[in-house]
């Protein structure tokens, strides 16, 4: 796929999660001239986000169920995008409170959990981060069901 057909794909692919149209996601991905993959993995220049974490942000599961499950999705790379900000989509369902799309991430067959909790050197992990921040600053009142989906999900 040569850049422009990318940028258009992509632009219209952004549209139809923008706009929550599971529909129109699933036709373009299945279209027969459409690379997929590689629009799967589209990030925006501006701030790296993919389809999942557009997805993610208007909170709508069954376009993140979409994107996660097609055939040409690399599910595991798409969990562990960070974005140009170090933001994967589980870090962003924290920071923003959705704990169905918390759930939804880390209990997807390719998700490998220890990694999306891993601590880097020198700093809390991405979810320690993210919850500190969803407690202290945006979502205090959901701080007891974002810690009730992290530490019942490492319990099991």
């Not at 994107?67 to 994967?88: I, Q, S, V």
Request: net charge negative; with cysteine; aromatic share 6%.
């Amino acid at each position: 796929m040569r850049a422009y057909e990318r940028d258009i794909c992509r632009g219209a692919l952004w549209e139809a999660v923008g706009g929550g149209h599971v529909d129109v996601m699933r036709l373009l991905l299945d279209h027969p001239s459409t690379d997929a993959a590689a629009m799967l993995m589209c990030r925006d220049v501006e701030d790296g986000w993919t389809a999942l974490m557009a997805a993610e942000a208007r909170g709508d599961l069954d376009g993140m169920r979409l994107l996660l499950e097609h055939p040409c999705a690399d599910a595991a790379a798409m969990l562990m995008h960070p974005g140009n900000y170090d933001r994967t989509p589980l870090i962003a369902a924290v920071e923003s409170g959705r704990v169905d799309a918390m759930r939804l991430l880390l209990e997807h067959p390719r998700a490998d959990a220890a990694a999306m909790m891993a601590v880097r050197p020198n700093r809390t992990s991405g979810l320690q981060g993210a919850a500190a921040y969803a407690a202290g600053t945006r979502f205090p009142g959901k701080i007891g069901d974002l810690v009730f989906a992290l530490v019942s999900y490492q319990m099991r």
